[in-house]
């Protein structure tokens, strides 16, 4: 299940580094749109790339992984700019973000273990 939502999520958000704003406020939508079970688990998964690339500087994200990690960008910059629809589902998601950094950040697992658990995410 978790591959299947990094799949989609890494589609819809990797163009973000080229896309213009009309195209992250689409993806924005994509965002308010899904279930909110969907969304924590991808905001999670965030959260777990950047707490583990803090606290482990020689890892550098795969693609899927910078993917993953616009989802952070996108959930912020919809509430900064007022384009979300439902604010609390946003700030809900924030707040599962910020939960999984600061576990993966201050997590004890040596870095090459955290590879091998998710090797889609780190190079």
């Not at 299947?4 to 406020?25: D, P, R, Y």
């Not at 994509?30 to 079970?37: E, N, P, T, W």
């Not at 989802?71 to 439902?86: A, C, F, Q, R």
């Amino acid at each position: 299940m978790s591959r299947i939502l990094l799949t989609v999520t890494a589609a819809i958000c990797f163009t973000i580094s080229a896309a213009s704003a009309g195209q992250e406020e689409k993806n924005i939508d994509y965002l308010a749109r899904m279930a909110d079970g969907k969304l924590h688990r991808a905001a999670a998964i965030s959260g777990n790339i950047y707490g583990v690339l803090k606290r482990c500087p020689a890892l550098s994200p795969s693609p899927s992984g910078k993917a993953m990690m616009a989802v952070s960008i996108l959930l912020y910059h919809g509430l900064d700019k007022h384009l979300v629809p439902n604010p609390a589902k946003f700030e809900r998601a924030i707040r599962v973000f910020e939960d999984a950094y600061r576990k993966a950040a201050s997590s004890k697992v040596d870095c090459q273990a955290e590879k091998a658990k998710d090797r889609d995410s780190y190079r």
